[in-house]
């Protein structure tokens, strides 16, 4: 029995993703192909925005699969942990953001 809820072999499993809905995983991968593939942005860039992503979403299948591509792709160590940095500065952005609920709240009560 595995210890582990995230196993790496899974993500080898990932094109299978349809094998229940074969239409929807069609038009999963051809959205995701579009999507991650050069455009305005280079594949490289792409790839360093996905790892940021995974990395702020806790994915550890997308941080595998983006660590890789990055590293296929030339990006180096410090390129890679700068774009996680970026994640986590917008997350705590996000989450200092949504702090203005908390002091409308507390300014009304006060008044």
């Keep these: 029995m595995s210890t582990n809820y995230y196993e790496p072999r899974d993500l080898q499993d990932f094109p299978n993703i349809g094998e229940y809905a074969a239409e929807e995983g069609r038009k999963f991968f051809e959205y995701y192909t579009q999507a991650t593939g050069a455009g305005a942005l ?15 979403r806790h994915c550890p299948y997308c941080i595998d699969a983006y660590t890789n591509k990055c590293l ?14 970026v994640g986590a500065a917008m997350s ?6 949504h702090a203005t609920q908390m002091r409308k709240i507390i300014k009304k009560k006060e008044m």
Excluded: C, P
Excluded at 72 to 85: C, F, K, Q
Excluded at 92 to 97: E, F, K, P, T, W
């Design 42 to 56: 280079t594949e490289r860039e792409k790839a360093l925005i996905a790892l940021a992503v995974a990395t702020v």
């Design 72 to 85: 296929s792709l030339g990006v180096t160590n410090d390129e890679m942990m700068e774009a996680v940095h």
């Design 92 to 97: 705590a952005g996000d989450v200092l953001a």
